[in-house]
């Protein structure tokens, strides 16, 4: 996995989002798959909705807006959500030069 | 006029020749059929929807016939045409009424891309619309037909119609459509409910549609906003319990149990993200209609 990368949406409009609280659903229109994502999900995907982050930005938003456990592995969830979101359609990963 | 104004000779007649036009919700219909079961149902149902002259446009032209073939006489069976066209495979001669029924769904579902079509029954109270949505058999059908026999107004059976361009839930106020258990439900609830004909061993098992009220028919220009979102389920024995659903979960439940989400593309994202901003979302469980009527009518008022 790549550690230094910048994530954002896909660039043909195909992702739709509608943000409540601390969940989301997002519609796929080229798929036509929706999805329910929660609390972190759809924190990441708040985020990155408003704008492009990079990986360092966006472990930066989880560690100031959530209350992690010492074993909480924060970087390895991270990307390990991203690859998922990636291979979903609903985001896209840019490695930074 | 309405249809209740007229003779059965003449409705049958009008089947059998040229086709019987009605006005049903935001939709002209025209039906032909030679099938005597089919005039009586639409005496004893679809008595107070009005009959339009011969220079409407006519949305569906629809047809209940025999086949024209030896199975006319060994043990017959029907067909549906839409257009000319036969969606269907033919069915037993007794359900002809139903198939009817069935067939117009199918039309509706298949040809209004101009509503977002959500499998639900609509209601109305006050104004106040409440969409209860839900798969097959979990009760909506048997609610709504109790809560219109409390006065409550019949937007819509089967399919709730919800314009896009502005949110609002459009009546189509048919028979509403009874199964097995939920017609001795209805029949002992409210013993004036007119029920039509009864039609056994159908795919759906036994199966009795509902006269709507002729107020609601007689309403069925106005649309009404809609308030409350819920997902019956009907339980035997169990409470009655509405839990607030988060809106999130409620549109991801209203996608799969839309006919034409997928057709709509973001148009249907869109409109069913409005309708949960627009509105309260539950499930709901419950096996006393009372009970259920009286704490909608409570959040109605």
């Known amino acids: 996995?790549?550690?230094?990368?910048?994530?954002?949406?896909?660039?043909?409009?195909?992702?739709?989002?509608?943000?409540?609280?601390?969940?989301?659903v997002v519609f796929h229109e080229l798929s036509g798959q929706i999805h329910l994502i929660a609390e972190m999900g759809a924190?990441?995907?708040?985020?990155?909705?408003?704008q492009p982050y990079t990986r360092s930005q966006l472990l930066a938003h989880f560690v100031?807006?959530?209350?992690?456990?010492?074993?909480f592995n924060l970087e390895e969830f991270l990307d390990k959500l991203i690859i998922e979101y990636q291979n979903l359609g609903l985001l896209t990963v840019t490695e930074n030069s | 006029m309405k249809?209740?104004?007229?003779?059965?000779?003449?409705?049958?007649?009008?089947?059998?020749?040229?086709?019987?036009?009605?006005?049903?919700?935001?939709?002209?219909?025209r039906l032909r059929s030679s099938v005597g079961a089919v005039a009586d149902h639409l005496i004893c149902l679809y008595?107070?929807?009005?009959?339009?002259?011969?220079?409407?446009?006519?949305?569906?032209?629809v047809a209940i016939n025999p086949?024209?073939?030896?199975?006319?006489?060994?043990?017959?069976?029907?067909?549906?045409?839409?257009?000319?066209?036969?969606?269907?495979?033919p069915l037993p001669?007794?359900?002809?009424?139903?198939?009817?029924?069935?067939?117009?769904?199918?039309?509706?579902?298949?040809?209004?891309n101009q509503f977002l079509i959500i499998h639900a029954?609509?209601?109305?109270?006050?104004?106040?619309?409440?969409?209860?949505?839900?798969?097959?058999?979990?009760?909506?059908?048997?609610?709504?037909?109790?809560?219109?026999?409390r006065g409550w107004r019949l937007l819509s059976d089967e399919m709730t119609l919800l314009c896009l361009s502005d949110g609002l839930a459009y009546p189509v106020p048919r028979p509403v459509s009874l199964k097995n258990q939920s017609l001795d439900i209805i029949r002992q609830f409210s013993p004036d409910a007119i029920i039509g004909s009864i039609v056994n061993d159908t795919l759906k098992g036994t199966v009795g549609h509902m006269r709507p009220p002729d107020s609601s028919v007689e309403r069925s220009a106005t649309p009404a906003l809609p308030t409350k979102v819920i997902f019956p389920k009907y339980k035997q024995g169990s409470q009655t319990e509405l839990a607030p659903l988060s809106k999130a979960k409620a549109l991801l439940k209203l996608a799969e149990n839309c006919f034409n989400y997928s057709a709509l593309g973001k148009e249907g994202f869109d409109g069913l993200g409005r309708l949960c901003d627009a509105t309260d979302c539950y499930d709901f469980s419950y096996s006393n209609l009372d009970e259920a009527i009286a704490l909608f009518t409570e959040l109605a008022s």
């Not at chain 1, 924190?43 to 408003?50: A, G, H, P, V, Y």
């Open chain 2, 3 to 29: 249809l209740s104004a007229s003779s059965r000779k003449s409705i049958v007649q009008s089947l059998a020749g040229k086709g019987l036009s009605l006005r049903i919700g935001s939709f002209n219909i």
């Open chain 2, 67 to 89: 086949p024209l073939s030896l199975r006319r006489y060994l043990r017959p069976q029907v067909n549906f045409s839409f257009d000319g066209y036969f969606p269907f495979k």
């Open chain 2, 47 to 61: 008595g107070a929807f009005n009959i339009l002259d011969g220079l409407d446009f006519i949305d569906f032209n």
């Open chain 1, 64 to 71: 100031n807006s959530f209350e992690l456990s010492i074993d």
């Open chain 2, 93 to 112: 001669y007794a359900q002809a009424p139903a198939f009817f029924e069935w067939g117009l769904n199918w039309c509706i579902a298949s040809h209004s």
């Open chain 1, 43 to 50: 924190f990441l995907l708040k985020l990155i909705s408003e």
């Open chain 1, 1 to 24: 996995m790549l550690k230094n990368y910048t994530v954002d949406l896909p660039p043909n409009g195909w992702v739709w989002f509608r943000f409540w609280e601390d969940e989301c």
């Open chain 2, 121 to 149: 029954a609509a209601v109305e109270l006050n104004g106040q619309a409440f969409i209860f949505a839900g798969i097959p058999g979990s009760g909506k059908s048997t609610l709504s037909a109790a809560m219109v026999c």
